[in-house]
């Protein structure tokens, strides 16, 4: 029978007394260099997946190009808003792939082959090194090219967004961020009991384009799930719909960010729960 790993396994799951803002930073910036070397290193998948990602968004577009040549309105949205709500959700979905994705994803390898017994005794925050591994530099090329469209969009709109909608749009982004790599981390921590859990970690991957619908198509239960059990109706509607000065109240903003702090310290916890009875693959 396995036996638990040392103390060091829970210990270790905070960040370390000794380390400080100023060193995570400096072992960010390296963990960065090493995966702009290693994209380099295979520059034609580099570009190949920037543009695959590109074609899926113009699809987007085209899709809801195809719906609006039917009518005027979804709801109380327009064709060129709902347009914005989309560019607005695939910013936050490329920037998430950029930073989270693929780290989320492998923890389930990582428990398997025992590469987490190595990282359990590094002198640094797990979770940091298990979340923050690696970078898809493509990620950021890619919303870069959403931020384009929703220029575009607020031309075509009229709108002028001010700097405190700007400020506020970003704010919220970085909610929805939190959102989306919460849960993802928490679903991921599944796999301390099944091994292998790519299969959830990417069912819930594809629940990314319930949040580019606008809020008002979906009514009753549906609603309610991926309102607040789910928040993925907040995580793209509630950013542009800030742009769109379409907010009735602050309640959907105060919503969106306590909700992305509930799914963060819940991750959290089941972070913690998971590395307390983990069994060492080496044991």
């Known amino acids: 029978m396995e036996t638990p790993r040392s103390d060091s396994i829970h210990t270790n ?53 195809v719906i609006y040549s039917h009518t005027d309105h979804i709801a109380d949205w327009t064709k060129w ?8 959700s695939h910013f936050i979905q490329q920037v998430f792939t950029a930073l989270f994705l693929t780290n989320c994803v492998e923890i389930s390898e990582y428990i398997r082959k025992g590469s987490l017994d ?4 590094l002198p640094i925050n797990t979770r940091f090194i298990v979340s923050l591994r690696k970078v898809d530099l493509g990620g950021f090329i890619n919303a870069a090219s959403a931020l384009a469209v929703m220029t575009y969009c607020a031309r075509r709109l009229g709108i002028h967004p001010s700097a405190a909608q700007i400020a506020g749009f970003l704010l919220l982004c970085g909610s929805g961020l939190l959102v989306h790599y919460s849960l993802l981390f928490l679903l991921s921590c599944v796999s301390f009991w099944t091994v292998r859990a790519q299969g959830i970690v990417w069912g819930y991957y594809n629940l990314f384009n319930i949040s580019r619908l606008p809020d008002a198509a979906f009514h009753g239960f549906f609603k309610a799930l991926f309102t607040y059990a789910l928040p993925m109706l907040l995580v ?9 000065s379409k907010l009735g109240s602050p309640f959907e903003m105060m919503l969106l960010l306590g909700l992305s702090f509930v799914c963060f310290f819940a991750s ?9 009875h983990y069994t060492s693959a080496s044991s």
């Open 81 to 88: 808003q709902v347009v914005m709500l989309v560019a607005a």
């Open 236 to 244: 793209a509607n509630v950013p542009a719909k800030l742009l769109l």
């Open 268 to 276: 959290e916890s089941l972070w913690r729960f998971s590395l307390r």
């Open 13 to 65: 799951s905070a960040p370390a007394p000794h380390g400080g803002l100023q060193r995570y930073l400096t072992i960010y910036w390296a963990l960065w260099r090493n995966s702009v070397v290693r994209e380099m290193g295979f520059k034609t998948n580099f570009i190949l997946w920037i543009l695959v990602e590109l074609l899926w968004f113009a699809l987007q577009i085209t899709f809801i190009s």
């Open 118 to 121: 190595f990282m359990l005794l």
